[in-house]
């Protein structure tokens, strides 16, 4: 007898699929909405007057910043487990690629499944780490917002809010992992009544076991310069393409953050559309002509999504990994972990 309450997975998977809809929805309006004001023939014209030095310059600064994030999760899990930096690349690309071509962030979850299959680490020791990881990322990215807006002529209120709600999340999310991380014993009895909060019962076991370590402040600090590198691709397509030649790095800067703004929440597959969306506002805020701006988000996708699921594609090969067979283990790994 149910009681008329829907079981656990039932519920579980309709806001699933409510959430995959939404996003692509919103995914395709955004979409949509560049694609239409793109000036088609002046972008046409821009590609074939492109300069290629720096188009190489963007490919390898794009891959190089993701080396810092493997090497980043390696200080994180030095606590538990000495993971290899070069299996920790190829995880790291593994996820980028499955992010690029599945929906809602499922890369996090497949790098995850992966590292802990490769050193024989709980699903769920690896997703701590990657809360951790999204913890010190969404610290920093709140402190280069606020340089971003200093930066900004004429900042959308939307970003604002945005801002604000992303705060408010990392700080309660920061005060849940410190009070897991040094005070289990509290954190535990405040949930030990609350059977829905389970998962959490294994979540503060994980970030207690990953806390009390040095490596933890050296990760937090390598979390800047793997933020503020992912400029240099940008600012590098910015050279390559003879009409936005002149702008600055600060507006690759101010570019980048927004961009990592509106990536910060689960979506359709490759950020696309709101990738896009969010990249041509920001250069209309800096004066860039509508069509031009729009027309160079197309070519700011391309040149920063291509190069990684190349990347991606080679270490899945390397990895001989096969993606529809780890995406299913992930998720019903990390769904009995929740239990």
């Given at each position: 007898m149910n009681d008329g309450f829907m079981p656990e997975p039932a519920r579980r998977g309709i806001a699933t699929n409510f959430l995959f809809v939404a996003t692509n929805v919103i995914a395709l309006v955004c979409l949509a909405w560049v694609l239409i004001g793109t000036d088609w023939g002046e972008l046409g014209n821009n590609l074939r007057h492109l300069h290629w030095w720096w188009i190489g310059v963007s490919v390898v600064t794009n891959l190089l910043v993701y080396l810092v994030q493997a090497w980043r999760w390696c200080l994180v899990l030095a606590p538990v487990a000495e993971v290899p930096f070069w299996q920790s690349v190829?995880?790291?690309?593994?996820?980028?690629?499955?992010?690029?071509?599945?929906?809602?962030k499922a890369g996090e979850i497949i790098r995850c499944f992966l590292v802990g299959r490769w050193n024989d680490l709980p699903i769920?020791?690896?997703l701590a780490s990657a809360l951790i990881e999204r913890i010190f990322d969404g610290f920093w990215l709140i402190g280069s917002l606020l340089l971003a807006v200093h930066f900004t002529p004429h900042v959308h209120p939307f970003i604002m809010r945005a801002g604000a709600f992303l705060t408010v999340l990392v700080i309660v999310c920061a005060v849940f992992i410190g009070i897991a991380m040094f005070?289990?014993?509290q954190a535990l009895d405040a949930v030990v009544n609350t059977p829905w909060l389970g998962w959490a019962h294994v979540l503060i076991q994980d970030?207690?076991?990953i806390g009390h370590s040095r490596y933890l402040y050296y990760a937090w600090l390598v979390s800047l310069p793997y933020l503020v590198l992912e400029t240099l691709p940008i600012y590098?397509?910015?050279?390559?393409?003879?009409?936005?030649?002149?702008l600055s790095m600060k507006v690759a800067f101010v570019l980048m953050v927004f961009i990592r703004l509106g990536s910060a929440v689960p979506q359709a597959p490759g950020n696309i559309g709101l990738f896009h969306f969010a990249a041509a506002r920001t250069l209309e805020m800096f004066a860039v002509a509508r069509g031009l701006a729009y027309g160079f988000s197309v070519l700011l996708f391309a040149g920063i999504t291509l190069p990684l699921l190349l990347a991606g594609l080679v270490a899945v090969g390397v990895s001989e990994v096969k993606m529809g067979e780890v995406h299913r283990e992930a998720r019903e790994e990390a769904n009995h972990r929740r239990r």
């Open positions: 190829r995880a790291v690309y593994i996820g980028l690629f499955a992010n690029e071509v599945l929906p809602l769920s020791v690896t005070w289990k014993q970030l207690h076991q590098a397509l910015f050279r390559a393409f003879g009409p936005l030649s002149a």
